[in-house]
C-alpha cells in the first residue's frame, strides 16, 4: 500500500524561496516513484495549506497535521523537512511532529535547535577538540566595544546573524568603522550575533548522511567564491565554483572526512548533515553544521550525492526510509 508523505516547505524566514525550491524538487523526485502518494506542505506563519497540483489550496489541520480534500481525510505515513531555516531547521516542527509521533526525515528536536544555534553548537563541540575560528558574542542592546572585539578576532573578521541560514545577516568587517553597519545587517535576521576571526585557508563543504542504516561521508566539495566570500550571490547566483571532488591533499581530505563524521556522531544526528570547513594550517576549522542543507540540483549535497553515485530519487527516497524505521 502506497505511503502518504508530506514534503513540508516553506518556512518563516529570510530562506523561505530557496526552501519552497528545494521542496519542489524532493516533490517532483519522489512523485517518480511507485510507493509513495506525495503531497507538497507550504508552511507559513500565517497559514498551513496543502498545495495541489492545480495550486488549490487547502487547510491542515493543526492538531493531527491532517488535511481534508474532497470529503477524505489525510494522514501522513512521513513528513519530508524541506524548510530551511524556522521553523524546519531550528528544532520546532521536528518537536511537533514528534509530539504527534509523524516520523520525519530530519534530525531530532534538539539536534536541530542546538546546531541552528552556531555559537551553542560550536560551544558544545570545542571540548572534543573539534577547531573553530576565534569568536566574541553580543545581543542587540548590548553595548558595542570594537576595541574588545578587535582585540579578541582581529581585522577582518565575520559579524553573522547567529541563527540564520544562506549566508542571510553575515558581513565581512575590515574597519572598526564598519562595525555599526554589519551589526545593522545582522540585527535584521536574530537578536544575537557571532563575530568570529577571518581564516584564510581553502573552504570545503561535507556533506554526512544516514544512508542504507551506515553514517557516510559523500564527496568533498570545494567552494571557490567569486566574491569577497561564500555569501548569498555566490551561493544561489551562481557567482561560485563548487568543486566535487575538492582539490585538496588526500591526507587533508581524510582528515576533514574524520572530524565531519566525529562531529556528526557527537551531536548523535540523523538525517542529512552538511558541514562547512576553512583550512588552517592544514587543520580544518569548523564553521557551522546544516541540518536542512539545500536540496535543489544546484545545491552542494545533491551535487555531492552525484558524485557518490546517489541520485536524487535514491536519496530522498532512502530518507524517508530511513525516517520509517
Known amino acids: ?12 524566514s529570510s530562506e523561505y524561496e530557496i526552501s ?11 512523485n517518480t516513484l511507485d510507493n509513495y502518494h506525495v503531497f507538497r ?33 489525510i494522514t501522513f505515513d512521513c513528513v519530508f523537512n ?19 509521533n509523524i516520523p520525519h526525515t530530519s534530525c531530532a528536536m534538539y539536534q536541530a535547535a542546538l546546531t541552528f544555534n552556531k555559537r551553542d553548537c560550536l560551544s558544545v563541540l570545542k571540548p ?42 553575515i558581513s565581512k568587517v575590515y574597519k572598526k568603522e564598519e562595525f555599526k553597519k554589519a551589526l545593522e545587517v545582522a540585527y535584521k535576521e536574530d537578536d544575537e ?20 542504516g551506515e553514517i557516510i561521508v559523500l564527496p568533498i566539495t570545494e567552494i571557490v567564491s567569486e566574491n569577497d566570500f561564500f555569501d548569498y550571490q555566490a551561493k544561489y547566483l551562481g557567482q561560485s565554483q563548487e568543486i566535487t571532488p575538492a582539490r585538496i591533499s588526500e591526507s587533508d581530505a581524510d582528515k576533514v572526512r574524520a572530524i565531519a563524521k566525529k562531529v556528526y556522531e557527537i551531536l ?16 580544518p576549522h569548523l564553521l557551522e553544521v546544516n541540518t536542512v542543507p539545500g536540496l535543489t540540483k544546484a545545491s552542494i549535497l545533491p551535487q555531492q550525492a552525484e558524485a557518490a553515485g546517489i541520485s536524487l530519487e535514491q536519496l530522498f527516497q532512502n530518507a524517508i526510509e530511513e525516517a520509517l524505521k
Not at 519552497?20 to 519522489?30: E, Q, R, T
Not at 507550504?42 to 489541520?61: G, L
Open 1 to 12: 500500500m502506497k505511503k502518504n508523505i508530506a514534503i513540508i516547505m516553506g518556512g518563516y
Open 128 to 169: 572534543y577538540g573539534i577547531k573553530t575560528a576565534e569568536s566574541y558574542y553580543i545581543n542587540l542592546g548590548d553595548a558595542v566595544d570594537e576595541d574588545a572585539i578587535i582585540k579578541k578576532v582581529g581585522l577582518p573578521c565575520f559579524v553573522k546573524a547567529n541563527r540564520a541560514g544562506s549566508s542571510f545577516g
Open 41 to 73: 506542505i507550504h508552511i507559513f506563519e500565517n497559514k498551513w495549506v496543502f498545495v495541489s497540483d492545480t495550486d488549490t489550496e487547502f487547510p491542515i489541520d493543526k492538531n493531527d497535521f491532517s488535511v481534508v480534500v474532497d470529503d477524505e481525510k
Open 82 to 100: 524541506a524548510i530551511h531555516g524556522s521553523p524546519g531547521e531550528d528544532g520546532l516542527m521536528q518537536a511537533y511532529l514528534e509530539l504527534l
Open 20 to 30: 519552497l525550491k528545494s521542496g519542489n524538487v524532493v516533490y517532483n523526485a519522489l
Open 268 to 283: 548523535k544526528m540523523t538525517g542529512f548533515s552538511r558541514s562547512e570547513y576553512i583550512f588552517k594550517d592544514g587543520e
Open 193 to 212: 550575533v557571532i563575530i568570529e576571526s577571518y581564516l584564510d585557508g581553502t573552504e570545503v563543504s561535507v556533506g554526512v548522511i544516514s544512508y542504507q
